[in-house]
């Protein structure tokens, strides 16, 4: 009986353990189910963020691309002043783009206006050839003729020209950049201006040329060939445009009576005759409506005429003699000596003359 009983509970307990060993590994495949689920269900969480990640990004096709990169790197364009500015041009390998903007006053528009540079900073200097800077310089821009904010000037190989338009389209600023790369403006000489302007008797049909008499050593006056850079390119194909400088070039300025204290002198040559500009205002609006048009208000001059090859010859020894003795002391003294020298001689030899012929008037 106790051995009956004793079997009966024996196999209640094993099948009591197999039922409660079921229920775990139930438990347990359940449990495994929903961590594989979870784990299936999982990625697709990304993907929402993901789609709204795009959602918000969708807007971001209008915006240019590169800018977001240049806002993020406030260094993308070096900030320099005048003394590595001029590092950079003594390089004549490379072209320069300065941005001067005003250090001194808050002023919106120069934000505004460095991030439109900004944005074509890479295009521009992909070239290799070309750099770009930054400046708030006072003493730039008064070498440049630079009184307004924000502005920009582009050296090719040293020859600066002065944007004219404004900055509100990056894509704008990049054409105008790629256009003006060639130089517009001739420099003239005492030996060239004639020959190439051909302005006392050209040729019927010839086109007009404008000419800009300056001083390189006088700040204001230099000041003005950004800004004439800029007038020749607007006249490029209508116009020549050409510059030359007084301080040594005395032929020409002694012909067309340039003044140094009037500098900078801006002539018309038209067909022989020859038109002032006497505006006060010298921007290149002004400048080339004149050009085109606005002369004929005037009464036109006769062109003075060039000088004859004799008239060439002296100037020329007359100018190599005065260097030789500018840069000799010794020589300077011996000159003056020697031409008092003959001066003397020359007169006793006439008194002598003079008295022999009384004589002989006398016996």
Known sequence: MKTSSFLTLATVSIIFLIL???????KKKDKNLKVTVADDVAPPAPAK????????????????????????DDNSIDDVDEDRIDEILRDASKNLVIFLYDGKVPCPTCTEAL?????????????????????????????????VFPSLVYYRRKNPILYDGDFKDSETLLRW???????????????????????????????DWFVMFYDADEGNSNAFVPLW??????????VNVG???????????????????DCPVFLLFHRGKMYRYKESAKDVRSLTNFALHKYKEQRGH??????????????????????????NQTLSVLGVGGLIVIVAVTLIIKAYRIRAENKNKVA
Do not use: C
Request: charged residues 35%.
């Open 20 to 26: 409660l060993s079921n229920d775990v590994d139930a």
């Open 49 to 72: 963020k993901t789609k709204k990640s795009a959602t918000k990004e969708a807007p971001a096709p209008p915006a240019k691309s590169v800018s977001s990169k240049h806002k993020d």
């Open 115 to 147: 991030s439109e540079v900004e944005e074509i900073d890479d295009d521009i200097e992909a070239t290799g050839y070309v750099q770009v800077v930054k400046t708030n310089d006072r003493s730039v821009a008064r070498e440049l003729g630079i009184n």
């Open 177 to 207: 950049l790629r256009a003006h790369e060639e130089v517009a403006t001739w420099d003239l000489t005492d030996d060239t201006f004639e020959s190439r302007t051909d302005s006392h008797s050209p040729d019927e049909g010839s086109i």
């Open 229 to 238: 850079e800029t007038v020749a390119h607007k006249l490029r194909g209508l």
């Open 243 to 261: 510059k030359i400088e007084i301080s040594v070039n005395d032929d020409v300025t002694e012909r067309f009576h340039i003044e140094e204290r």
């Open 302 to 327: 006769r062109v003075p005429e060039p000088p004859t090859a004799i008239e060439q010859v002296y100037e020329f020894a007359k100018e190599k003699v005065m260097d030789v003795m500018d840069d």
